[in-house]
């Protein structure tokens, strides 16, 4: 055969790179497919994460921070941990009943059973939603606006968003105000702490040494672990619609979630522990600790904490109202969903406004103590929370409710000793109560 008759034989080099060329378009293809698969995951877990991170755990960071120093930091990286799991359970209920949280405990324990856990949520999450706009009114009061024009304004705008958005707008705006609290990161370096003791303490457990500490304890405790961030976290999936089959990348956004508050919340404690806690200054009300911050840590930092607040209390004012509007529904039997018609009447946005309204009308009263209402829900959170963990135990190990989706005994076990842990927690704030009377 004629030289110009051979098939050319390609070069060995140039074989190899296409080889390698190819592999690489693969896996970028493979990459991308990924990414996007886990852009249309994300959401429940980040909301309802840094959503944890609202006015009332900013002041209960402040104050664990402020009144303690760096003795009970360790909460924090616990709390986060147990928030890891129950969140991670509330998604995998949801997706496997394709129900919230009042909703599924309706449907296995009777209507009187959802009721209960109606009105227990709706009390609870009452003064957290106050607190909430309480921090929008502190944050505004920074720059000299009145209450009485931050609160309405804020209401209103946040709920025209709700009521009139799709639910991928209400979510992508909730996205957008979420970035803001990163500035308490920036905030927890420019204090310059200690951050052998920061390490120190956030990973030896010290006991408290008063009620005070374990005042704080369960309040950390409460506002890092919110039940009412466990039903929104389900409700919110739901409303996603998460599926069993999104579980594996929707862990990822629930991990990443709570680990963003655990790092935030300790971030704000640290700042408040280096530089109030060493000056003796207690904190009052909001206003307070970006006021104080200013002498000790510079002008920027009050900026960022201000702005943070702002944020953290925009994305609250939105979710916790949106978790209880969930539960209301749920508990009724109504359509729940931020993709329903809102130029309609629909109980789902009518108990939203009606949330808002009456939050807003308590907030604007004269001379109300803000950072006691913050704090107390908070308490009032922790001492609930014991009831909400172990119903969604229990959810997740019934085979009529979860079908195959049960839980494992390895991940129950799990859950039983973060159980164990709460209880052990209030258990100790109500004796020290008690010895202390």
């Known amino acids: 055969m004629s030289a110009r008759g051979q098939r050319k034989r390609p070069h060995p080099i140039a074989h190899r790179r296409r080889g390698i060329s190819l592999k690489f378009a693969q896996f970028r293809t493979a990459g991308k497919g990924a990414l996007v698969a886990f852009l249309a995951v994300l959401g429940p877990g980040l909301l309802a994460g840094l959503s944890d991170d609202d006015p009332a755990g900013i002041a209960t960071y402040s104050m664990l921070g402020t009144d303690h120093g760096y003795r009970l930091l360790w909460i924090i990286p616990v709390s986060t941990v147990l928030l890891v799991y129950f969140h991670l359970v509330a998604v995998h209920i949801g997706a496997a009943t394709g129900k919230g949280f009042v909703a599924v405990i309706r449907d296995r324990w009777g209507r009187g059973i959802g009721y209960v856990a109606v009105i227990g949520l709706l009390l609870a999450n009452f003064g957290t939603i106050c607190a909430e706009y309480a921090g929008i009114s502190a944050a505004a009061s920074l720059v000299g606006i009145p209450s009485w024009i931050s609160t309405p304004v804020a209401a209103i705008l946040i709920s025209l968003v709700v009521v009139l958005g799709s639910f991928h707008r209400v979510e992508g705006v909730l996205l957008v ?254 004796v020290s109560w008690v010895t202390s009377r």
């Open 177 to 430: 105000i979420s970035s803001t609290l990163a500035l308490y990161i920036v905030d927890g370096i420019l204090a310059r702490p200690d951050w052998s003791l920061v390490v120190r303490n956030s990973m030896i457990p010290q006991l408290p040494v008063n009620q005070a500490g374990w005042l704080a304890i369960a309040a950390t405790l409460g506002t890092t672990l919110a039940p009412w961030g466990l039903a929104f976290i389900q409700s919110y999936a739901v409303d996603k619609k998460i599926k069993v089959s999104d579980l594996r990348l929707e862990r990822i956004d629930v991990i990443i979630g709570s680990f963003l508050t655990g790092i935030i919340g300790l971030a704000i404690a640290v700042a408040c522990a280096a530089t109030l806690h060493p000056a003796g200054i207690h904190v009052n009300d909001a206003r307070d600790v970006a006021v104080s911050l200013r002498p000790l840590a510079g002008s920027f930092a009050t900026v960022l904490f201000g702005a943070g607040l702002l944020g953290a209390s925009l994305l609250a004012a939105a979710i916790v109202p949106l978790a209880t509007a969930y539960s209301i529904a749920e508990g009724i039997g109504a359509p729940a969903s931020l993709d329903l018609d809102g130029h309609h009447f629909q109980l789902f946005y009518a108990a939203f406004i009606g949330l808002t309204v009456a939050a807003v009308s308590v907030v604007s009263l004269p001379d109300l103590p803000l950072i006691p209402l913050m704090y107390a829900s908070q308490v009032v959170n922790a001492v609930l929370l014991p009831l909400h963990a172990i119903a969604l135990q229990l959810l997740a190990s019934d085979r009529t409710v979860m079908g195959e989706s049960k839980s494992g005994k390895m991940m129950l076990a799990s859950g039983w000793i973060g159980v164990v842990l709460i209880v052990g927690c209030i258990g100790a704030l109500a």
